[in-house]
């Protein structure tokens, strides 16, 4: 049977990406080699590294003063990175607390320097996006979560920062149009929204890097991978080749413009299927609702596994919430057809009818 694939991370990716991607491990573009077999420094590979770059500055629109990277690690290791690299001058940096991504990584900002937690949703288990906050000018630097993947908040405006500005885009990075040029660090672990896990793609300006600390192991240097292109040490080749391929299926479609339209569509129609519906309501406050994982939940408690057992009869998978929030959680992510969001509303139809 056909899957709806919901699940939160890793994400699904369209049917052609992953047949190109199993036609490479056998036989990468006709040299009789696999993907995975051939060496990072040829030149098949360094090609594929320079595509999957000019992707991603294309679909974003990135100033040419702007570095791409991918790197490893994950979003996690980011948290401690950009730490170790931007606490510097002023030895203090200001977060935004959304949950449990922004408080891991104020956990590893807290390893380098002072951290200001300038406001937080905590009060009512993050579901809303704090709003009338002021950052001070004397932090290394400004850092948010734009799209919170546990509770279903994404933040629609971004703050004035009088600082370097620095966002976990992890699960929300290439769903809607960014102006890249008021951010100096994007990170995102690619497995939301852009490949196969393995791959972190840091998108950073080139001007902030004499502002770092250098007296640091070389690793976890910006420096050493803007230099060496991300080919310092051996790239996460597959996760590289796949996240091209998903790109350049997204830019065939019509690239971010076109599938912030198809998001949004998804995005209405569950949520307005939760609002007319008397069984389930959202967790998320509206102004702040993520379209990329929408979580909501079921106001008669005993009709939660059936539920569950009605999405799995329907091929739905990956939709129980998160344990820190419960109910359930219907991730969106690019690939996704409008065709699941049908099938989970009809199930949630369905159980109305019943109930
Ligand atoms: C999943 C996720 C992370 C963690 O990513 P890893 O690549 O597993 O380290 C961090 N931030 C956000 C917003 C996420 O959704």
Same mark, same amino acid.
């Given at each position: 049977?056909?899957?709806?694939?919901? %699940?939160?991370?890793? &994400?699904?990716?369209?049917?052609?990406?992953?047949?190109?991607? +199993?036609?490479?491990?056998?036989?990468?573009?006709?040299?009789?080699?696999?993907?995975?077999?051939?060496?990072?420094?040829?030149?098949?590979?360094?090609?594929?590294?320079?595509?999957?770059? #000019?992707?991603?500055?294309?679909?974003?629109?990135?100033?040419?003063?702007?570095?791409?990277?991918?790197? @490893?690690?994950?979003? /996690?290791? @980011?948290?401690?990175?950009?730490?170790?690299?931007?606490?510097?001058?002023?030895?203090?940096?200001?977060?935004?607390?959304?949950?449990?991504?922004? #408080?891991?990584?104020?956990?590893?900002?807290?390893?380098?320097?002072?951290?200001?937690?300038?406001?937080? %949703? $905590?009060?009512?288990?993050?579901?809303?996006?704090?709003?009338?906050?002021?950052?001070?000018?004397? +932090?290394?630097?400004?850092?948010?979560?734009?799209?919170?993947?546990?509770?279903?908040? @994404?933040?629609?405006?971004?703050?004035?920062?009088?600082?370097?500005?620095? &966002?976990?885009?992890? +699960?929300?990075?290439?769903?809607?149009?960014?102006?890249? /040029?008021?951010?100096?660090?994007?990170?995102?672990?690619?497995?939301?929204?852009?490949?196969?896990?393995?791959? =972190?793609?840091?998108?950073?300006?080139?001007?902030?890097?004499?502002?770092?600390?250098?007296?640091?192991?070389?690793?976890?240097?910006?420096?050493?991978?803007?230099?060496?292109? !991300?080919?310092?040490?051996?790239?996460?080749?597959? %996760?590289?080749?796949?996240?091209?391929?998903?790109?350049?299926?997204?830019?065939?479609?019509?690239?971010?413009?076109?599938?912030?339209?198809?998001?949004?569509? $998804?995005?209405?129609?569950?949520?307005?299927?939760?609002?007319?519906?008397?069984?389930?309501?959202?967790?998320?406050?509206?102004?702040?609702? !993520?379209?990329?994982?929408?979580?909501? =939940?079921?106001?008669?408690?005993?009709?939660?596994?059936?539920?569950?057992?009605?999405?799995?009869?329907?091929?739905?998978?990956?939709?129980?919430?998160?344990?820190?929030?419960?109910?359930?959680?219907?991730?969106?992510?690019?690939?996704?057809?409008?065709? #699941?969001? $049908?099938?989970?509303?009809?199930?949630?139809?369905?159980?109305?009818?019943?109930?």
């Amino acid at each position: 049977m056909k899957k709806h694939n919901f %699940s939160a991370g890793p &994400c699904i990716l369209p049917e052609e990406v992953f047949k190109e991607a +199993s036609k490479a491990v056998i036989n990468f573009e006709n040299s009789n080699l696999s993907i995975l077999e051939i060496s990072h420094r040829s030149q098949p590979f360094i090609d594929v590294m320079e595509k999957t770059t #000019s992707l991603v500055k294309d679909l974003l629109c990135i100033p040419n003063n702007y570095s791409v990277l991918f790197l @490893q690690g994950g979003a /996690s290791l @980011q948290f401690l990175m950009l730490a170790n690299n931007f606490i510097n001058k002023n030895k203090k940096c200001t977060y935004l607390d959304t949950g449990t991504w922004a #408080s891991k990584a104020i956990k590893e900002a807290k390893l380098f320097g002072e951290v200001i937690t300038i406001a937080s %949703s $905590k009060d009512k288990n993050y579901n809303y996006i704090p709003k009338s906050y002021n950052i001070p000018s004397d +932090s290394d630097y400004f850092h948010c979560t734009s799209n919170n993947t546990i509770y279903g908040t @994404q933040m629609k405006n971004f703050p004035y920062s009088p600082t370097n500005m620095i &966002c976990d885009m992890s +699960s929300d990075i290439f769903s809607r149009k960014i102006d890249v /040029s008021k951010f100096d660090l994007i990170y995102a672990g690619a497995q939301k929204n852009l490949g196969p896990a393995g791959a =972190t793609l840091v998108i950073i300006n080139n001007d902030i890097i004499k502002e770092a600390k250098h007296n640091i192991p070389s690793m976890l240097d910006y420096k050493t991978h803007i230099e060496k292109s !991300s080919m310092f040490n051996t790239p996460p080749v597959f %996760s590289i080749y796949v996240s091209m391929l998903n790109l350049k299926w997204l830019k065939n479609k019509g690239g971010v413009k076109w599938i912030e339209e198809k998001n949004k569509e $998804k995005a209405n129609l569950l949520y307005k299927t939760i609002d007319e519906s008397n069984l389930f309501y959202g967790i998320a406050e509206k102004e702040d609702r !993520s379209i990329m994982n929408a979580t909501f =939940t079921i106001n008669k408690k005993n009709l939660e596994e059936k539920f569950y057992n009605m999405c799995v009869k329907a091929g739905i998978n990956g939709i129980r919430g998160h344990r820190s929030v419960g109910g359930f959680r219907a991730s969106m992510y690019n690939a996704m057809p409008l065709e #699941s969001v $049908k099938t989970l509303v009809e199930v949630m139809g369905e159980i109305e009818r019943k109930a």
